[in-house]
Nanobody, 123 residues
Framework: QVQLVESGGGLVQPGGSLRLSCAAS????????MGWYYQAPGSQRELVAT???????NYADSAKGRFAISRDNAKNTVYLQMNSLKPEDTAVYYC?????????????????WGQGTQVTVSS
């Protein structure tokens, strides 16, 4: 069993910053890609950024230049530094990870999601 636990969301004024964290735990063999998505009320879940195990990153256009994704492979943790936040960034942010583990002795790779953390940008 694998769990992803997010932290770091909250209320921030426009122009402010937040740092989200997501820690994976469980019987993990290896974590491949990790990333963040966001979902605003009434909207679909959309990509924010992804990062490979080797550190290669990919960003949505809305995140480029303002957000930075990073990871600590030793801690099985991915981070999202969000700067210059705007009201339109308000959403629930979800982390995900592609994780390999042994399920009943069989090597398996699955995609896991965190429970989501609320980010609200408002004055």
């Amino acid at each position: 069993q694998v769990q992803l636990v997010e932290s770091g969301g909250g209320l921030v004024q426009p122009g402010g910053s937040l740092r989200l964290s997501c820690a994976a735990s469980g019987s993990i063999v290896r974590i491949f890609d990790m990333g963040w998505y966001y979902q605003a009320p009434g909207s679909q879940r959309e990509l924010v950024a992804t990062i490979t195990s080797g550190g290669r990153t990919n960003y949505a256009d809305s995140a480029k230049g303002r957000f930075a994704i990073s990871r600590d492979n030793a801690k099985n943790t991915v981070y999202l530094q969000m700067n210059s936040l705007k009201p339109e960034d308000t959403a629930v942010y979800y982390c995900y990870a592609d994780v390999s583990y042994y399920r009943r002795g069989v090597y398996t790779t699955d995609n896991y999601w965190g429970q989501g953390t609320q980010v609200t940008v408002s004055s």
